[in-house]
């Protein structure tokens, strides 16, 4: 009974929600004019759940302004910080270090400055969002072909933390690799008046540190991406069983283009993003439009919300293992958001232009509706809350690793369901980069989502697969956190991954001597300060330490400090039934 209602109303409301819904917040508060300022990032928290504070914030509407802001704040040695509209990443990356710190924001250098379709490139503003690129390309013909899956991100955010999509092909899955030409504002000395635009040029070793730069390098002001003719792809989505994954996963990818997949690895299920491109003749129509990207009932949200509260307070794993079967064939029945001409799906394939399939993000689009519909993740609703784990391991590895996972279903069958709530673990390919804190190989990229307590001492259900997986992931098989996700522990000992680092820091220390563009965590994930992990009671329940003693994990709720099941080495909160 409750299962079924659970399914119409998540039809029902997926109906109404086409009634409008209210645009994502801004993410800089300022208590008078624009000083006294916090900032925070799209989920209102930062994995230590700390706030940022700003002395002021800025809001230059041209690369000319946004000079003299840099050049004021360099001769003031102030510390600054680029934020976004968007604010999509979790870390603290865009907390202007210091007491006196400024916001310089990019919402309005959000325009396109030329597309030359004959080159067939296009000139952006930094601040332009995914969405606009996309729109602003397909309107002269062009197309970047690879791209996050999620409208809401800037030009200037996507670069800072190696945003991609999924590819083996072409220059490969991130944006950053398309970038031909990019224009930084950076601090100077007196002579030159405080602060300078560079200009580099693809082939310019200074680029490879720009193309990603974690936001520690200066401001960038405009960037010019290589793009190509628009064209049309071809998407089916079949459904397998996980047995042979681990072969397939490192091989699917060179047979189609735009291979993705997405596991299910408790129920034992993944399903195959056949992708490719088709002759630009074929017909169809097709658009993407991601449920889980779509304005959302605030009341179903609250409903979704408060039933996994429920299940994780009583610890009802095969409540959750149901709930996630139903939100897993209630994708795959609804094709995720595919429709063959904009309205329907009538069946696979589902063929139409790359600006209308690649990405989506319909609840960013919204009228003010007092918040009767939001993006799932809204934190003025009551909605989403979770962690996200985000890592690349090398294709060599990753046979390996699939299987890990695999022995840790096999011991714990149930341990996994929750995942699927948050439509299983998303893989896809990111490709070997010359941006210095780009991949360092061709690689998958897994995405994990999974429920977060508002509770920060409260323990989750099979809290230890979890912390294995991530522990596997970035310390046994070597994986790249994505710089824009993850929890506090993924990054210790990250920047040694990278060959090229010192390279990275030789040109901050040229473009920044004095770090005024650094925070404390940009520090430390760069290797120049210590304190990643954050050692208290309950710190490996948030990802801010590996356990290394009970009270690390929740010993009153029998949660206790313990090696990995599989991973022997991993040290993890595992519940003790006494
Ligand atoms: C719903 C959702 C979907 C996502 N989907 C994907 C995906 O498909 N693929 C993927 O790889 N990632 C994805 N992400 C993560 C996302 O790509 C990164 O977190 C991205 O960096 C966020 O971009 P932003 O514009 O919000 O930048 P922010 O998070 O605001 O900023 C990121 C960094 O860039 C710096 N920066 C921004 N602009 C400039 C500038 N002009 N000059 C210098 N530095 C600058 C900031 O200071 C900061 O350090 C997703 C995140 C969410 C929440
Ligand atoms: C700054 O803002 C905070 C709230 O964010 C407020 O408590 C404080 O009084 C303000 N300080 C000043 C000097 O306005
Ligand atoms: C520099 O910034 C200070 C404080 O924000 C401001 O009072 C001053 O006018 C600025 N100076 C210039 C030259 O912009
Ligand atoms: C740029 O941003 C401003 C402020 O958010 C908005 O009013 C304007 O419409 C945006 N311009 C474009 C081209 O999207
Ligand atoms: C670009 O966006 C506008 C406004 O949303 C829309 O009307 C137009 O069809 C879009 N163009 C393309 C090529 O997607
Ligand atoms: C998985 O599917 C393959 C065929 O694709 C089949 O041979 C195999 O028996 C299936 N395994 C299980 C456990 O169902
Ligand atoms: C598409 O065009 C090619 C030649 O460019 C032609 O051979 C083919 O038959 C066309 N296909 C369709 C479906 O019209
Ligand atoms: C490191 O940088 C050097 C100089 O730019 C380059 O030749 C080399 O290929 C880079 N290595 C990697 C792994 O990016």
């Known amino acids: 009974m409750a299962k079924i209602q659970f399914v119409v109303t998540y039809w029902i409301c997926l109906t109404i929600c086409l009634v409008g819904c ?59 910080k680029v934020a976004t ?64 899956y999620w409208w809401g991100l800037t030009v200037g955010g996507m670069l800072g933390t190696g945003a991609h999509g999924s590819t083996l092909w072409g220059l490969g899955s991130a944006v950053h690799d398309y970038v031909i030409q990019l224009r930084i504002v950076t601090p100077a000395g007196p002579d030159e008046g405080y602060a300078k635009v560079r200009t580099l040029r693809n082939g310019d070793p200074e680029l490879n540190a720009a193309r990603v730069s974690l936001g520690v390098l200066g401001v960038i002001s405009q960037v010019t991406l290589q793009l190509q003719p628009l064209f049309k792809r071809s998407i089916t989505y079949v459904q397998k069983n996980d047995s042979d994954f681990g072969d397939q996963a490192s091989t699917f990818g060179r047979q189609h283009e735009f291979a993705d997949f997405t596991w299910y690895p408790s129920q034992h299920k993944v399903v195959y993003r056949i ?7 074929t017909t169809g129509n097709g658009l993407y439009d991601f449920m889980g990207f779509r304005s ?5 949200l609250a409903l979704i919300r408060t039933a996994e509260e429920t299940q994780e307070s009583i610890r009802d794993a095969v ?36 600006n209308r399939l690649q990405s989506s993000g ?3 689009d919204s009228p003010q509706d007092g918040l009767i519909t939001a993006c799932p993740w809204d934190p003025r609703v009551k909605g989403l809350y979770y962690f996200q784990n985000g890592f690349s391991i090398g294709l060599s590895k990753v046979k390996d690793f699939i299987q890990d996972v695999q022995k840790l279903v096999s011991l714990q069958p149930r341990a996994l369901c929750g995942v699927d709530l948050y439509d299983g673990f998303l893989i896809r390919y990111v490709t ?55 929890r506090n522990l993924a990054f210790v000992g990250a ?39 954050i050692m208290k009671d309950g710190c490996a329940l948030e990802g801010l330490c590996i356990c290394s003693q009970d009270s690390h994990c929740a010993p009153q709720k029998g949660y206790f400090c313990r090696p990995g099941k599989v991973y022997t080495d991993a040290r993890v909160c595992t519940r003790l039934s006494s």
């Open 85 to 148: 509209t968007t604010s999509h990443s979790i870390p603290k990356l865009m907390c202007p270090g210091g007491e006196n710190g400024i916001i310089i924001s990019t919402k309005y250098l959000n325009r396109t400055v030329n597309v030359d379709k004959s080159a067939m490139t296009i000139t952006v503003e930094p601040g332009v969002t995914l969405r606009q690129l996309i729109n602003a390309s397909a309107a002269a013909g062009l197309a970047l072909p690879y791209a996050p």
């Open 22 to 80: 209210t645009p994502p917040e801004d993410h800089i508060k300022c208590s008078s004019g624009n000083t006294n300022c916090t900032i925070t990032n799209t989920y209102a928290t930062f994995p230590d759940r700390s706030i940022c504070r700003a002395a002021e914030a800025m809001y230059p509407k041209s690369e000319q302004e946004l000079i003299s802001i840099v050049a004021n704040a360099t001769s003031l040695q102030r510390k600054m």
């Open 296 to 300: 959302t009932p605030s009341l179903f």
């Open 319 to 354: 409540g959750k293992c149901i709930n996630g079967g139903i939100t897993t064939s209630i994708l795959t029945n609804a094709a995720y958001g595919l429709t063959n001409d904009g309205s329907m799906f009538k069946g696979y394939p589902v063929v139409g232009y790359n």
């Open 432 to 486: 070997a980069s010359s941006a210095y804190l780009g991949k360092q190989e061709d690689a998958l990229d897994f995405d994990i989502t999974y429920y977060r307590s508002k509770d920060p001492m409260a323990p989750r259900l099979y809290e230890d697969i979890l912390e294995e997986i991530e522990q596997m992931a970035v310390i046994k098989y070597g994986g790249l956190p994505h710089w824009g996700k993850n």
């Open 495 to 533: 920047i040694n991954k990278y060959q090229n680092a010192t390279e990275f820091l030789k040109v901050k220390q040229l473009y920044d001597p004095l770090g005024l563009f650094s925070n404390e965590w940009t520090d430390q994930i760069l290797g120049i300060k210590d304190g990643i992990t």
């Open 275 to 281: 992708d490719d491109r088709v002759p630009s003749n």
């Open 362 to 364: 319909s609840c960013l």
